[in-house]
């Protein structure tokens, strides 16, 4: 069982650089086993290139390491952290530095909502989180980016299933879905939509956001109670 999930989540993080998501080693992926209330994630800073299923390291939810060779991922407390305040309803996480969402997080900004692409994914904009204090950056540094994103999703009363993925300030963007695959196409969609809302501003600085009509019937066509879009046999 926990080599299938190895391998599930060898591919997702391969798949970041095949989506153009990451450079270098600048990304990561995971996936929670709800059952054994384990996660497995890539090695930190090891190349895409040399990655082997077998490399992946599994943690518990306090980012202990209980199977692997190799030093987890940096971003292991923030996975940790998100599975243990998510993990009824979040079963895969992945953190990039895909170009276009970092420069909305340098610049602070939620992605507007400013069309349909958007909204087919995401229930309002993808929030900005503050950034961290100093405290909190020398202290639990990757603990604490969990716990911003957390308050973030609180303090605005946003579902993470409705909006799965958040953008830390000055640093980039993170995404999650039911496994580590659902993650990956988020981190797409999030990458993608940064794109245009950013040239959407570039060719009209003040189009504001889409109508909520359309907002709303794009979002819940796909997700809502009577979503119809797609196959929905009997
Ligand atoms: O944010 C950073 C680096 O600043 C990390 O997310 C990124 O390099 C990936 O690190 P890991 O190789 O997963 O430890």
Request: with cysteine; net charge negative.
């Amino acid at each position: 069982m926990l080599e299938e999930l190895k391998e599930r989540v060898y591919e997702a993080n391969m798949d970041l650089p095949r989506h153009g998501l990451v450079v270098f080693t600048w990304g990561n992926a995971s996936e929670l086993d709800r059952e054994r209330g384990l996660f497995a994630i890539k090695p930190s800073g090891v190349s895409y290139d040399a990655l082997r299923p077998g490399d992946m390291v599994v943690c518990d939810l306090d980012g202990r390491v209980v199977e692997g060779a190799l030093g987890p991922s940096s971003d292991t407390p923030t996975h940790a952290w998100l599975y243990r305040a998510w993990g009824d309803r979040v079963g895969g996480i992945v953190h990039t530095h895909s170009a276009a969402a970092v420069a909305w997080a340098q610049a602070g900004r939620d992605v507007p909502a400013y069309g349909t692409t958007h909204a087919d994914y995401f229930y309002g904009p993808v929030p900005c989180m503050r950034g961290l204090t100093r405290g909190e950056v020398e202290g639990a540094y990757e603990l604490n980016t969990g716990k911003v994103i957390c308050e973030g999703f609180e303090e605005r009363g946003i579902d993470p299933a409705a909006v799965p993925a958040a953008l830390v300030r000055s640093h980039g963007p993170f995404a999650w879905g039911s496994d580590a695959a659902e993650a990956v196409y988020h981190a797409v969609v999030v990458e993608q939509v940064a794109e245009m809302a950013r040239d959407t501003e570039a060719l009209s600085p003040h189009a504001g956001p889409a109508p909520q009509y359309l907002l709303d019937k794009h979002y819940l066509r796909k997700h809502g109670p009577d979503a119809y879009y797609g196959q929905h046999m009997a």
